[in-house]
């Protein structure tokens, strides 16, 4: 079946430590994106990603960096520099036709991370 | 810059009634696409209906339906025959021609039996 994993569904991280949450998709989408989930503050993006080894920063991307070594997956790490880390993570992707995004995103379940 | 606005933080709607929920946006993109996404208590994102920015006609899924204003950069949606399950947070977004997709703040649905 087709889709796209975050993993894992659950994470602790003590303060002061970098952690990777994993993102991976067979789908064959150009686009990926990460996205932090807060209460009462909807979807705001952290990184995309349109193509293999080319990502682009969102609107709060400080404290996080991404990779894209493959277009299957796109992993973010969450640094010792993100000062309030504790939020809903989702990744997305989507295919680019044309050189617009024109067609729904396919999202992961998700990944709660808490820092204790 | 692309920007999303969702100014109804709650709504509630009466079991088989109609509701709207409202969305704002505003893109320099001159080709750009609006959705709806649907996210229940289980937290997965589910798509509800799409809208392309160069067709005037208002995209309809069974009781979801989208009053698309371009001019305004309104795009609301309006959930007929409102059922139990409908209960979630709904998203507006918008992408396009920058590729990425960025989304409003969330509407609460609550569905009253």
């Known amino acids: 079946d087709g889709g796209i994993t975050q993993s894992p569904k659950y994470l602790f991280r003590k303060e002061g430590q970098n952690v990777t949450l994993s993102c991976e998709q067979n789908l064959n989408?150009?686009?990926?994106?990460?996205?932090?989930?807060?209460?009462?503050?909807g979807l705001r993006l952290i990184y995309y990603s349109q193509i293999v080894n080319d990502f682009q920063k969102g609107d709060i991307a400080e404290g996080?960096?991404?990779?894209?070594?493959?277009?299957?997956?796109?992993?973010?790490?969450?640094?010792?520099?993100?000062?309030?880390?504790?939020?809903?993570?989702?990744?997305?992707?989507?295919t680019i036709t044309g050189g617009e995004l024109n067609t729904e995103a396919f999202f992961g379940q998700g990944t709660r991370l808490t820092v204790v | 810059a692309q920007t999303v606005t969702q100014s109804q933080p709650e709504m509630s709607v009466q079991e088989a009634e109609t509701v709207t929920l409202s969305c704002t946006y505003d893109t320099s993109e001159s080709d750009y696409y609006l959705f709806w996404y649907k996210q229940p208590p289980s937290r997965q994102m589910i798509l509800v209906i799409r809208q392309e920015a160069y067709k005037q006609q208002n995209a309809t899924e069974n009781r979801f339906s989208v009053n698309f204003q371009k001019a305004a950069k309104s795009f609301s949606l309006k959930i007929s025959d409102s059922q139990l399950g409908d209960a979630a947070m709904y998203f507006c977004a918008e992408g396009g021609g920058a590729q990425k997709?960025?989304?409003g703040q969330g509407t609460r649905l609550t569905i009253n039996p």
């Open chain 1, 29 to 41: 989408h150009d686009a990926m994106y990460w996205y932090r989930q807060d209460p009462g503050q």
């Open chain 1, 64 to 94: 996080y960096s991404v990779s894209r070594e493959k277009k299957e997956s796109f992993p973010l790490t969450v640094t010792s520099a993100q000062k309030n880390p504790t939020a809903f993570y989702l990744c997305a992707s989507s």
């Open chain 2, 101 to 103: 997709l960025v989304f």
